[in-house]
């Protein structure tokens, strides 16, 4: 199974010729674990399938059908943790570029046009509520980050990355507790890296060199319990190369890659799949935080199967025929984000000094007091949690026009300092 890099702003994944999946894994450890994702009916019925699979016995429930989605760029979807909806970029039956909000518990689906037709490796930081992508740039030839609000689809240049040649679509992973996007790529010397980047200052922080000439690692997902990652390891074995079918044999195991060295070491006690054309997909890998559990489809013996594998001991906890073809999974990681990452307001009131602003109630704009001069991190959210808007501003003056009626909180940070308030919007 070869890496396959690519520039990022030509990959379009047509439906027909990969999909995508919705899973609820039953209760694990003691609790629910839920995949999502899509399901085509093809170029020629055209129309996206919202479903959920059962990795027990693998049948497939359709949740909705989405009509006016022609296609999925490939890489581009993910799961938004504070407004639990599905999330994904493709062209619309008119073949403009556009992003899809599904909310898998009651159907609703938003749509949203875009003005980047290429985002793809999307991630999600569940402290934030923002989505980052990876956009290049063909007038100048430039890989970008970008960082994509999922509410309302508008995106923003985070980091300029002119040493990246191309990217491995299917590779990057996001850490929330640091704000460290990685994705695995290659520089314009032909060396192949795992980028870290931080979102917040675009500083590279880390790009150690891939060694794959004895095993080729790929589909990292970044525990953020452990603060480990992990992907999955492709070893060749030449001596049993199919001369008929001039397919490899591979054997691919559960791995651990080093951040900093970007050497790898293998977890599984036995490979989890190995033979001549076995294989996993690209789109066909999610991790469950509170569980951490790695899921994936792959190719075995003929049959699409799915699994999912215990990260601390390479156990495998399920191991079920899939029905039908799908890819770009995702997992619901709602109640671990907000486990980890959200403080009530009552709370956050308490704990740290109050925000100073006017007016409030508020129609338009709101005129924030900074404590003293610099760049600080604004973030404005309704009553249950989700996030509206974010900012990296040092300007006072915020535009809250778009928000509904209704009760906020605000939240700046820089540094050590924190201050958090309400504010009530009029119409």
């Not at 949740?63 to 993910?78: H, P, Q």
């Not at 679509?169 to 290659?186: A, E, L, P």
């Not at 984000?337 to 109630?361: D, G, I, K, L, M």
Request: with cysteine; hydrophobic share 35%; charged share 20%.
């Amino acid at each position: 199974m070869k890496s396959k890099f690519t520039n990022s702003s030509y990959l379009l994944h047509l439906l027909g010729l990969a999909f995508i999946m919705v899973l609820p894994v039953g209760k694990l450890f003691g609790q629910d674990i839920k995949l999502y994702g899509l399901q085509g009916d093809g170029i020629e019925g055209g129309g996206v399938n919202f479903i959920q699979i059962n990795p027990e016995d693998g049948t497939t429930e359709t949740l909705l059908s989405i009509d006016d989605a022609k296609a999925v760029y490939l890489g581009s979807s993910t799961f938004d943790a504070t407004t639990k909806r599905y999330v994904f970029t493709g062209p619309d039956t008119g073949f403009d570029p556009t992003l899809f909000s599904i909310q898998p518990e009651s159907g609703e689906n938003n749509n949203f046009p875009i003005d980047n037709n290429s985002l793809i490796e999307t991630e999600f930081d569940m402290e934030s509520g923002m989505s980052y992508a990876l956009f290049y740039d063909t007038s100048n030839e430039t890989e970008y980050i970008m960082k994509v609000d999922p509410v309302d689809g508008s995106t923003s240049i985070v980091a300029e990355l002119p040493d990246v040649q191309a990217v491995a679509i299917g590779s990057s992973t996001f850490d929330s507790d640091n704000k460290r996007f990685f994705f695995f790529g290659v520089d314009k010397t032909g060396e192949k890296r795992l980028y870290g980047v931080n979102v917040v200052t675009g500083e590279i922080l880390s790009n150690p060199i891939i060694n794959d000439s004895e095993a080729r690692t790929s589909f990292f997902q970044y525990d953020i319990q452990s603060g480990r990652m992990f992907c999955m390891v492709s070893t060749p074995d030449p001596s049993l190369f199919d001369s008929l079918t001039f397919m490899e044999y591979y054997k691919i195991s559960l791995g651990e890659i080093n951040i900093e060295t970007g050497e790898h070491t293998i977890i599984s006690p036995e490979p989890l799949v190995e033979g001549n054309g076995v294989g996993i997909q690209v789109g066909s890998v999610a991790f469950d935080h509170a569980t951490q559990l790695y899921v994936l489809r792959a190719m075995s013996e003929g049959q699409l199967r799915i699994y999912s594998l215990n990260v601390n001991t390479g156990e495998v906890v399920h191991n079920t025929t899939a029905e039908g073809v799908f890819s770009e999974i995702q997992i619901d990681n709602h109640d671990f984000a907000e486990a980890r990452y959200t403080v009530s307001t009552t709370e956050a009131e308490e704990q740290f000094e109050p925000v100073s602003f006017a007016p409030n109630p508020v129609r338009d704009y709101i005129n924030i007091t900074f404590p003293e001069r610099g760049t600080y991190d604004i973030r404005i959210a309704d009553m249950t949690g989700r996030v509206y808007s974010t900012f990296n501003t040092s300007e006072s003056d915020l535009d809250v026009s778009h928000l509904p009626e209704g009760m906020f909180s605000i939240t700046l940070k820089k540094d050590e300092y924190k201050a958090v308030s309400k504010f009530m919007k009029l119409k």
